[in-house]
């Protein structure tokens, strides 16, 4: 699998970015089954951290604490895509922003996920 993020860039504070996460290679869902897929998230110096996750259906999705009710993981599976809506944006959330499809079984450790995007940029100024 091949994950290409996009749709990162330069905001102000409170202002919002749709990134995208485009799957090539495998198909996230098919036949009733398919593949979590996350959104993690690093800013310089800093280690890669946990941003949201949604089931390989979409009906369930997982927040880390400081991005909920302001963030919204969705997924098209027709479209192999994922999705990563961001409203009301901080200073703190400028980082770059990876995409990993689940392995293991834990939604929120990086080490469960393989198949890393490269990446998409996202600044928010104050």
């Known amino acids: 699998v091949q994950l290409q993020a996009s749709g990162g860039g330069s905001v102000q504070t409170g202002g919002s970015l749709r990134l995208s996460c485009a799957a090539s290679?495998?198909?996230?869902?098919?036949?009733?089954?398919?593949?979590?897929m996350g959104w993690f998230r690093q800013a310089p110096g800093e280690e890669r951290e946990f941003v949201a996750h949604?089931?390989?259906?979409?009906?369930?999705?997982y927040y880390e604490d400081s991005v909920k009710g302001r963030f919204t993981i969705s997924r098209d599976n027709a479209k192999n895509t994922v999705y990563l809506q961001m409203n009301s944006l901080k200073p703190e959330d400028s980082a770059v922003y990876y995409c990993?499809?689940?392995?293991?079984?834990?939604?929120?450790?990086?080490?469960?996920?393989?198949?890393w995007g490269q990446g998409t940029l996202v600044t928010v100024s104050s």
């Open positions: 949604i089931s390989w259906n979409g009906r369930a999705t």
């Open positions: 290679g495998r198909t996230l869902s098919s036949y009733g089954m398919g593949y979590g």
């Open positions: 990993a499809v689940l392995k293991g079984s834990s939604v929120s450790n990086t080490n469960d996920y393989a198949y």
